[in-house]
């Protein structure tokens, strides 16, 4: 009698012992997982001037897309041809702080070409963000009063620190910043530029430019970007700047840029703006295209009303008349 009561409790504790080391091999084989900081990225967000889903929903253009450009959601607003005969496709590149339905000139103006018989894509450009070397140097240079040299001793001992601090913060979070310690998405100028060639490109591969002719439109500091978007296509594009300014805190480079292209080029520029840096650029002739004009005077000193088509108007008959030319 004693033996059959000790077999059950024998076997119950046989069943807790294999159950506990099933426990600890599911607890060897599956250990708790813990989130990598350090693969956990710390990098300012691509911005835009203005919120893209709101864009979306409130804009005064025909349809909006989107794209996929430096692993960040792109909105371009397109405006369909709607004028007697059908011309081709125009990618319109706004201008920093605006946005691609902006009634300050982009709205207005891409109404116009599109009623002139144009296919108008505009792309929501994102901000400028990345650390600007002429700013970094003058900040380093800005002088400061001094009594005596042990203050710039300590002076220039708090600037040292200061920058090795910036510097291992960087390292660490891998993230580009300055002096200042103000974090940026692109580590440098020549990553934006790559990113504006990628967006120019992401666009294009939306028109069916192989059909129809093309035309490229960048206002203000876009002139300066699209220059190199301008080499993923052909050369006969006709490309117009209006008010073509160089960026903040980029060194003049337009010479050499200018020297790189053919196109045939139309650049409006505002009424008694005669030292520019595009202007000065223009003027030695350094863009090899025998289509060049320069229009010193046609903008005005006041902005581009929506009932103003002479811009428009402008841009189609000379993009026109190169044709003509070109076929001849």
């Known amino acids: 009698m004693p033996i059959t009561k000790t077999v059950p409790i024998l076997l119950v504790m046989i069943c807790f012992a294999m159950s506990g080391a099933a426990i600890a091999k599911q607890d060897q084989e599956t250990p708790e997982v813990t989130p ?24 005064t253009a025909d349809e909006a ?12 607003l397109t405006r369909l041809a709607n004028g007697r005969k059908e011309r ?3 990618l319109l590149f706004h201008s ?18 599109a009623q002139l018989g144009w ?26 009063l001094e009594k005596n040299s042990a203050e710039k001793i300590s002076n220039q001992e708090k600037i040292n620190s200061q920058e090795k601090n910036t510097e291992n913060s960087a390292k660490k979070d891998n993230v580009p910043s300055d002096l200042h310690g103000i974090s940026y998405y692109f580590n440098n100028q020549q990553a934006y530029q790559d990113y504006f060639n990628s967006l120019c490109k992401a666009v294009l591969e939306q028109t069916d430019a192989s059909k129809k002719p093309f035309v490229i439109i960048a206002n203000q500091n876009a002139a300066y970007w699209s220059l190199s ?11 117009i700047f209006l008010q073509p300014q160089l960026p903040i805190g980029v060194e003049d480079n337009l010479l050499t840029l200018f020297a790189e292209q053919k196109n045939p080029v139309f650049s409006f520029h505002i009424k008694n703006s005669l030292t520019d840096p ?16 320069l229009n010193m005077g046609m903008l005005g000193t006041t902005k581009l009303q929506a009932e103003n088509t002479i811009i428009a108007r402008t841009i189609t008959g000379w993009v026109d008349k190169q044709r003509k030319k070109i076929t001849q």
Not at 36 to 59: A, R
Not at 96 to 113: C, F, T, W, Y
Not at 229 to 239: A, E, R
């Open 96 to 113: 920093q702080g605006e946005n691609a339905d902006h009634v300050r000139l982009i709205q207005p103006l891409s109404k116009q070409m």
């Open 65 to 76: 897309l989107w794209i996929d450009v430096a692993e960040n959601k792109h909105l371009v």
């Open 36 to 59: 990598d900081t350090d693969s956990v990225s710390n990098k300012t967000p691509l911005t835009f001037s203005i919120l893209l889903d709101e864009l979306e929903l409130n804009n």
């Open 229 to 239: 978007c301008l080499n993923q296509i052909s050369q006969s594009v006709p490309t």
């Open 119 to 144: 296919n108008v894509f505009i792309p929501n450009i994102a901000v400028e963000n990345f650390p600007q070397p002429s700013a970094t140097k003058n900040a380093n240079q800005q002088p400061v």
């Open 278 to 293: 595009f202007s000065d650029a223009f003027k030695k002739r350094v863009w090899p295209s025998e289509y060049q004009r």
């Open 88 to 90: 081709g496709n125009v």
